[in-house]
């Protein structure tokens, strides 16, 4: 039995997002563009590694194996001379959304070496969770900016909802649930996105056991690396849901960071942990986004970035200057400030909540700038409810 999600408002942003990703023509060459540069101190590193949950069949295709999930990492690099900057995407996976969009894709160039070696000391982890059908690479503009900041990202494919996923062996996995590259696939049935949203939870916490029998293990790139006394969970749409969700359930989660999720019914959700929720061009509140508001119990900050889009937290607010017809708009601040803000926020809330550092201004009040950025803290009404605690972000 799953969790039974409140999902009318995620279909009605897949149907927003499908209609963008079908607009989409082949421009006459292919051109080259490159992820925006991290703003951190440290080069950035990364790899891949595939784990197996002895315990769990796979969900979603029965009698066939145990359950199989490729992990994305990011990390802070202490050297990258003698290194190779890595692929945007695997080739196969590449290749497999350039055929289903009819779309010839561009040569993305990344600012990750591939397998650097660690910088010294412990790095907290962030867990990152993908929207409905998308992939473990659509937010690589955030995972290298974390990680440039010191903090190990590891982005999560969820096989067989996932359109593609590549293992290391050169299987191509792709999503029984259809993409949201092709709508004709897609599926968007309240069953479907309930039980997808059911998997994840299940899949977040067997990486948590994989991450830490690596950090345990010797010889491994992250050996004895990673901070598991504080981690973060970070997710998109559906895996916005899946975020805030996993924070209440799973003890090993300290804080929550929702990306434009739709809101689901309040008596799923009671936490006390920090909660920072990054919403997009909204022109009303619902009354559920009210009910969440409410039902978050500990610190929570809520930024909205007025005027922009559903896809504008991912990698689509920047391919989106290559490729205007996804319209992932940034509102009036512009794409370079919008995506400022967008890491910014989510560096402020973890460096506080993680790593104890003095509070940032952005998480007391407006910043000047970024004018477009409305600013709701824990202190606040969402929907005019009479709200008399302080702001009071706890360790």
Known sequence: MWTCFSLRSLKTELAVVIALFVQVAAPAARPVVRVPPPTGPYKVGTFSAKTTDPNRDDPYIANVRKRELL?????????VQGYELAEYASPKVWLYLSQITGVELPEIKTNSWRKAPVARGLHPLVLLTHGYTGTLTDYTFLAEDLASRGYVVASVAHTYESTAVE?????????????HFRPDTLRTDEQSLSYAAHVRLQDLSSVLDELQRLNDSHGILISGKLDLRHIAIMGHSLGGIAAITSVMREPRFAAAIVLDAPAIATPVIRTDKPVLILAAGRDQWGSRDCQL??????PRVLVHLRGAEHLTASDAI??????????????????????????????A????????????????????????VAFTSEKQPLCGEVMKRELRFAK
């Open 293 to 298: 508001w409410r039902s978050l119990r500990g």
């Open 71 to 79: 992990i994305r990492l990011w990390y802070p690099a202490s050297l």
């Open 167 to 179: 293992f290391p062996d050169g299987r191509l996995a792709i999503s029984v649930l259809g993409s």
């Open 349 to 372: 809330f973890l460096d506080y909540i993680l790593l104890g550092k003095t509070m940032s201004p952005l998480l007391l009040r407006p910043s000047p700038d970024y004018p477009d």
């Open 318 to 347: 920047w391919l989106a200057e290559q490729f205007p017809e996804l319209e992932a708009h940034a509102g009036a601040m512009g794409p370079e400030k919008t995506i400022s803000a967008m890491r910014n926020y989510i560096a």
